[in-house]
């Protein structure tokens, strides 16, 4: 991040706010800020730009005290974009209007992974409010590997629920945890014909599909924020390495790609 964040600095004129992906771009695999990337965000902040955490992440969990409260610049992840866009906090950390799943799609997708022999082996996981719910299926033994490795990014550790105890109206998104990437191309084909209801398929990461509200994306929230502070997108600069970061990246006037993307 800090070779790219360097040539922006040579821009001109230079962005006014910067959103980034966490994941791949602002983190290190470990899941922490290298020396050298938490020296640019003070620079950028200094010099008046606004820093901004845009990613598929919760809010929640091990690594906003470990990341976001970690620099002052992140400010607790106020102002911040969470959830692939679907949960959003301006910088007095306010939570912008909050985008669910219709609960038909959530039902659907809970109904199929539980009950068909094809998602056997898979793992599913729902985000609510500030948590991840692991909602333990049909090769428990197996999906436990599933969430373990899940757990390891960093996020909000799923907690265990039971499928009747899942507040299908309450979704922000629902990640099928596949294990690698050719179950998830098997899968990705048999999942698309639940998500008519008003979903979509993205990815961040290899082996991790996540279903998300239609129409709700980083780039949505993300403009939401600018909105709000009367900026356009040709003031803005986004960074990101995964096909869920491509809405942000398209629109911005500027943008960059991590050479892991």
Known sequence: MLAL??????????PRVVF????????????????????????LHNSGVRVVPSTGRARAGPWTEAVLAAH????RGSP??????????????????STYLPEAVALDVLRWWSTSTDAAGSGLVAY?????????????EGEAALVAALGTLGDSPPR???????????VFKMILLCGDDAAAARLRPLLRPLLAGGAALTQAIPGYLEIV????????????????????WE??????????????????????AMGNA
């Open 20 to 43: 980034t992906d966490c994941d791949g771009t602002m983190l290190r695999p470990d899941h922490t800020l290298s020396p050298a990337t938490t020296a640019m965000l003070h620079t």
């Open 128 to 140: 609510v409010g500030g948590e991840a719910l692991y909602i333990p299926g049909q090769s428990v």
């Open 213 to 232: 509200p239609q129409g709700a994306t980083k780039a949505t929230a993300c403009g939401a924020l600018l909105s709000r502070w009367g900026l356009r």
């Open 235 to 256: 003031e803005a600069l986004a960074i990101g390495d995964g096909a869920n970061d491509l809405p942000m990246l398209r629109v911005a006037s500027t943008s960059g």
């Open 160 to 170: 265990v629920v039971a499928a009747e105890c899942l507040p299908a109206a309450e």
């Open 80 to 97: 911040g974009v969470y959830i692939n866009g679907c949960s959003a906090f301006t910088e007095d950390g306010e939570a912008l209007a």
């Open 72 to 75: 002052p610049v992140l400010r």
């Open 5 to 14: 964040l360097t040539a922006i600095a040579a821009l001109a004129p230079a």
